[in-house]
C-alpha cells in the first residue's frame, strides 16, 4: 500500500466533493492518495449547447488522456457523464452506492406556472424533451455549467425553474426549499452514482479500488448503460433508463425511453426481469424499442443535430 494513488477529477465542486469520498474510502483502508484536478472542455466551453461540442465524453476526455500520459492513477465521475465505450486500456474498476436518482424542478417559490406558460432551463435534451411532452404550452432554454453555475443563472433570469439531478445538489448541500421531485422523468442512466476507473494493468489501484465497488449498483447502471448503447444515443440523444433490483421478488424492475427532440413522440418499454437474467436485458429493451419506430426516431434526431 506504499504507493501513492492519484486521483483526477474535474474542479467543480461537486467533482472534488466526489474525489474526496473516494479519497477517504481508500484512506480508510490504509491507501495512501492525492487528489489532483483539472478542468476539462465542457466546463471551459459554457457558451454551446453539450450537443454542439461533439457531447460523447466531454467532461472525461481530459481526464482519459491525464491517466493515459501517467499524470493520475485514477479518476472519479458522475457515472452519467461517462461514454458507454471507455477508452482503450480503461476500465471501469468500482460504481459507489447509487444515491438519490430523481430529476428535481428547482423554481422560485410559486409552482403556479406548470399550468400556463413558463421558461424552463435545462441543458439536457433528455430533461427538455421530456419536459416538453408533459407541459408543451412550455418554453425551455439551454442552461450550461457546473451545479453553482447553473443555479446562479437560474436566479440572475426570469425562468420559472430549472431542472437538476437531486444528487448533485444534495451532495454540495445545495438543494434549496423551492423545488419539485420530478418522479414522472425517467433519469439519465447512470444517474446518482459514482464511477472511478483506472487503467487495465495498474494492479495497485484495481485492487485498492475492487474493494469499493457496490454490486448492486454495478449491475443496475450496468443494464442502463446497455440500454444506452444498443439505442446509440451516447449522451445526445432524449434517453432515459432506470433499472431497480426488487430483492422481495429477486427481479430486476427496468423502465426506459425514448423521445424525440420536441417531446412529441415518447417510446417507452417497462419489463421486470428475474435477476439472473440482467446481462441482455438493457439489450433486449432497446431492441424491443428500435424495432417499434425507435430506429427510424434516432435517425431523425441525429439528422436533427447536425444541422
Known sequence: MSKTIRIGTRDSELALWQAKTVEKQLNDLGYRTEIIAVKSQGDLVLDKPLYELGITGIFTKTLDIAMI???VDIAVHSMKDVPTALPQGIVQAAVLPRANV???LVHKGSTEFLET????????LRR???WLNRYPQHTVVDLRGNVNTRMQKLNDNDWSGAVFAAAGLERINLKPQTYLNLDWMIPAPAQGAMVVVAMENDHHALEALAQLNDIETEVCTAIERQFLRTLEGGCSAPIGAIAKYDEAQDEIQFHGVLLSLDGKEKLEIQRNFPINEWKKLGFH????????????????IKAQLKK
Open 69 to 71: 500520459k501517467g499524470e
Open 128 to 130: 427538455q424533451a421530456q
Open 285 to 300: 429493451c432497446a431492441k424491443e424499442i428500435l424495432d417499434n419506430g425507435g430506429a427510424a426516431l434516432m435517425e431523425r
Open 102 to 104: 430523481l430529476d428535481i
Open 117 to 124: 406558460s413558463a421558461t424552463i432551463a435545462t441543458g439536457s
